[in-house]
């Protein structure tokens, strides 16, 4: 017979066996705390336009080098719970406004971390949590006045291409005006004069060689695909879509032909290309000038269609052929029968062109509404390309914030040191203990600056002691300048230097709250692990939208 071994008194004598739990201080918000801060200070070195990149291999060894946040959380695939806080906090702000992750990041390890100071020194939790609300609310009311510029028209290429350059100067420094120009081309291109934009507008294709420097834009959407048959241009393109493949239609029952003679078997096989013959030629006779299928196209199939001058398309991607149904305003037929009028697409030329060596096909679409630009990245590596499309997103989403919201507040530090001086001198004002946790959350706003100049490999303490000696004098758009050799600021408005108001507005509100719930937790339960296969993580269906 088994010993049987007691449990120890307590709580751990309500668990199954493996069960684990932390309480108090020590254990659970002290941990949780440092496990916040190391996260944060791992992203913290790729703020910035000097920041560095990091090189990711995810769980099905792809390889990521980049500074990008979001894109680093997304596949390290944090496990720790607090963490996991932080990293969606991070992922709200992507979804949010596409842009300021690493800000919701860095700022959250540097409240945490101020927080961990003020408890050891002897203040409650519920103290620090109360005096960081008031200074978030306080944050928020004050934002508004530091607003510099607004985005009068962003119609004007001109004057989107300065909007964007600042989100696209921290993933491609370098390269920022040539970049953040074709993006604001792309934009303007589609935005249409009611107002409503849409990022899934924007489309990137990538196509390896050359440099950076050859990326170009096009109106409509390009597919890296060749054209099947022998007509490689269309012009006023009628198209049919359909999603089986281009050959003749099988029937769904199975029989069986019993063929006595060559005869038989000649006028069986004629009988199926006449077939074929006439589904070719009734979509020809509907008007249509270009097929595009999304299964295999027959040999014969293509012979027809080459007799009748329709141009093949083929497209494997599910996805791919959504979209374009719903650029050219097709109908996707599931069996090859003629298309109505109504089902057809319609788009100004389709033709086959060539970029660097690739052979793409082009969806030209000069249309208002509903259009569809497209960005061709060129470049010399898969994972530079990966981290211009990377660039191109962020400045395709400052585009959007702006529509919504046409505000600008002073980049680089500007901003984060305005509110830290006005916030400190409100923490002055308020009796009671949360008063310390208020300047601790105008000190958390040094945090940024203070990244910049580190990144910049410039004294932090030097700089950020000139900021507030800048902002002291009342000049409230001073910031860092990351381009001098030493610790030195400049006023960002002149410099050009901008961020959305509402980047700002909810990564101050996403990292309180994200640093207030960690701070809220007292006790860790974790239960003991299920035993057993894992089930498969990821998507099921790779063919789904997002």
């Not at 089902?343 to 030209?364: I, N, P």
Request: aromatic share 6%.
């Amino acid at each position: 017979m088994a010993l049987h071994v007691p449990k120890p008194p307590g709580f751990a004598q309500m668990l199954k066996d493996g069960a684990r739990h932390y309480k108090g201080l020590d254990e659970a918000v002290f941990r949780n705390i440092r496990a916040c801060k190391e996260l944060s200070q791992t992203t913290r070195t790729a703020y910035g336009p000097n920041g560095m990149n990091k090189m990711v291999i995810n769980h099905l060894e792809k390889l990521f080098v980049t500074n990008d946040a979001a894109t680093i959380l997304r596949e390290l695939e944090v496990q720790h719970p607090a963490a996991k806080m932080i990293v969606m906090a991070s992922h709200m702000q992507e979804q949010e406004v596409g842009d300021g992750t690493n800000f919701v990041l860095v700022f959250a390890g540097a409240l945490l971390e101020l927080a961990e100071e003020l408890l050891r020194m002897g203040l409650a939790v519920p103290e620090v949590i109360e005096g960081y609300k008031k200074a978030c609310n306080k944050a928020l009311e004050i934002l508004p006045d530091c607003v510099c510029a607004t985005a009068k028209n962003l119609h004007d290429v001109k004057e989107a291409t300065s909007l964007i350059r600042t989100a696209v100067m921290s993933k491609q420094y370098g390269n920022e005006d040539f970049l953040a120009k074709l993006i604001a081309e792309a934009c303007v291109s589609i935005f249409p004069e009611s107002g409503s934009f849409n990022v899934d507008n924007v489309r990137v294709c990538k196509i390896l060689g050359c440099g950076v420097t050859a990326s170009s834009m096009l109106h409509g959407m390009v597919f890296k695909k060749e054209a099947e048959g022998d007509v490689k241009s269309v012009k006023d393109a009628k198209i049919a879509v359909f999603s089986c493949p281009f050959d003749c239609m099988v029937t769904e029952t199975k029989g069986t032909v019993l063929i006595n003679n060559a005869q038989e078997l000649k006028d069986f096989s004629q009988g199926e290309e006449a077939m074929m013959e006439a589904q070719v030629k009734a979509i020809k006779e509907a008007g249509a000038n270009v097929v595009v299928t999304g299964g295999k196209v027959a040999d014969m199939a293509l012979h027809y269609a080459n007799k009748y001058d329709l141009m093949v398309v083929r497209l494997n991607s599910k996805w791919d052929l959504r979209r374009l149904c719903k650029t050219v305003g097709a109908v996707a037929l599931p069996r090859m029968t003629a298309p109505t009028p109504e089902e057809m697409g319609h788009c100004d030329s389709v033709y086959l062109t060539e970029v660097g060596d690739t052979q793409v096909v082009v969806f030209k679409h000069e249309k208002e509404e509903g259009a569809i630009a497209t960005v061709v990245i060129r470049g010399s590596t898969d994972n530079l390309m990966d981290d211009i499309e990377r660039a191109v997103d962020d400045g395709v989403n400052t585009f959007k914030v702006l529509v919504r919201d046409n505000r600008l507040v002073p980049g680089a530090g500007a901003t984060e040191i305005e509110l830290a001086k006005r916030i400190a001198s409100y923490g002055e004002t308020c009796p009671g203990l949360e008063q310390y946790a208020i300047k601790k959350f105008a000190e958390a706003f040094e945090a940024l600056p203070r990244a910049l100049a580190e990144n910049s490999g410039v004294k932090a303490s030097e700089l950020i002691s000139k900021l507030y000696a800048a902002h002291h004098e009342g000049k409230k758009s001073t910031g860092c300048d990351i381009e001098a050799e030493t610790a030195a600021i400049k006023d960002m408005t002149e410099a050009g230097i901008m961020d959305p108001y509402l980047v700002k507005h909810w990564g101050i509100k996403l990292a309180s709250d994200a640093a207030i719930t960690v701070l809220r937790v007292d006790q860790i339960i974790m239960a003991k692990p299920a035993g057993g296969p894992k089930p498969p993580q990821g998507k099921k269906d790779f063919d789904e939208d997002d």
